[in-house]
């Protein structure tokens, strides 16, 4: 496949990527009633104390290791391969 090709799929499988991120939760929430959502929103939360903070780290830790994980395939990429 050339170059072309190449960046054609990237682009094809970023762009049909975005649209099901975007066009999946729309149709979930489109199928629910309209109520459910407005009492959903005005209804109290409990707080959680502590909880908060180990989701954030949780994030945080995952999100580190995805960048980890781009940053050894790019600098893989700059290597001639092994024979």
Do not use: N
């Not at 729309?26 to 409990?46: F, H, K, N, T, Y």
């Not at 180990?54 to 600098?75: D, E, M, P, T």
Request: hydrophobic share 55%; glycine share 16%; proline share 7%.
């Amino acid at each position: 496949m050339g170059s072309r090709g190449t960046w054609w799929a990237r682009l094809g499988g970023l762009l049909g990527g975005v649209a099901l991120a975007v066009v999946v939760p729309v149709a979930a929430w489109a199928s629910s009633g309209p109520g459910q959502l407005v009492l959903e929103v005005a209804r109290p939360r409990p707080r959680r104390g502590v909880g908060g903070f180990f989701a954030a780290l949780c994030c945080l830790f995952v999100v580190g290791i995805v960048v980890l994980l781009v940053l050894l395939v790019v600098r893989r990429r700059g290597r001639p391969p092994r024979r």
